[in-house]
């Protein structure tokens, strides 16, 4: 359910349904929608995103008295969508895919996040901060102002990769791999579940390029621990199990 005022709200039901009010409840309209949808964004009273399969992407700005189909560059499932305000949203699914408007949704961009795992959940709190989760462990966190650039400019921070560690479950070492796409201060830190560090394996500026750090756990105990990597404009984060 997402609320819009005291007296405004919306609920997607079954996919393909949308139940809302506007007098705080009193009553509710059932709308039957021609589309199978995972998610609502609501920014502002009246006005409403849903995201579905297939790529899907629709808006109303007459709280959800009609709708319109906006162009997706993708035929991917998509499963979340966080609007900031009426102009400014992302929208995240199936096999890394992320996109992203600053124009209300006439237009929307690709990005890549270096990974193909399925991206179910996406929140910002502001233009610069925001992160995105998923399937298998994946955490992506943004860190940098209003996004232009799409998946292939040169400047885009979102090239970079944490491709992981292998083997992985491991015993007694694993190496971790990564690239990052331009010149940047880089951390590459081992946490445990309770968010302690207990290693850190890179803590220097580093040049565009691809990397691997060999990582010996002969001081620790199994379990699971998240390798974590940082740079000046994002955080990507992996599971490793280790087993004795």
């Not at 399969?53 to 008295?65: E, F, L, M, Q, W």
């Not at 860190?143 to 232009?148: D, F, L, N, P, Q």
Request: hydrophobic share 40%; proline share 4%; with cysteine.
């Amino acid at each position: 359910m997402r609320v819009l005022s005291d007296s405004v709200a919306a609920l997607l039901y079954c996919h393909k349904q949308i139940i809302h009010t506007v007098n705080a409840g009193v009553t509710w309209v059932l709308d039957s929608l021609d589309h199978s949808y995972n998610d609502i964004a609501t920014p502002e009273k009246d006005y409403m995103w849903l995201v579905g399969t297939s790529g899907a992407i629709v808006r109303s700005t007459d709280n959800g008295t009609s709708w319109m189909q906006q162009p997706a560059p993708t035929t991917s499932d998509l499963f979340s969508i966080h609007a900031l305000n009426t102009s400014v949203a992302w929208a995240v699914g199936a096999t890394g895919t992320v996109l992203f408007t600053n124009d209300g949704g006439s237009t929307w961009d690709s990005l890549a996040v270096g990974t193909s795992q399925n991206l179910n959940s996406v929140c910002f709190s502001d233009e610069n901060h925001g992160w995105i989760v998923g399937d298998g462990g994946v955490i992506v966190q943004f860190k940098r102002g209003v996004i232009t650039s799409t998946e292939d400019s040169p400047s885009s921070p979102f090239s970079f990769t944490l491709i992981g560690n292998y083997p992985n479950p491991f015993n007694p070492s694993t190496t971790i791999a990564y690239r990052i796409p331009l010149r940047s201060r880089v951390r590459l830190r081992i946490f445990d579940q309770l968010g302690r560090v207990v290693s850190t394996l890179v803590d220097q500026e580093q040049s565009e390029g691809a990397y691997s750090v060999v990582w010996s756990s002969a001081a620790m105990s199994s379990g699971i621990y998240i390798v974590t990597l940082t740079t000046d404009y994002a955080v990507h984060s992996r599971k490793m199990v280790i087993v004795r």
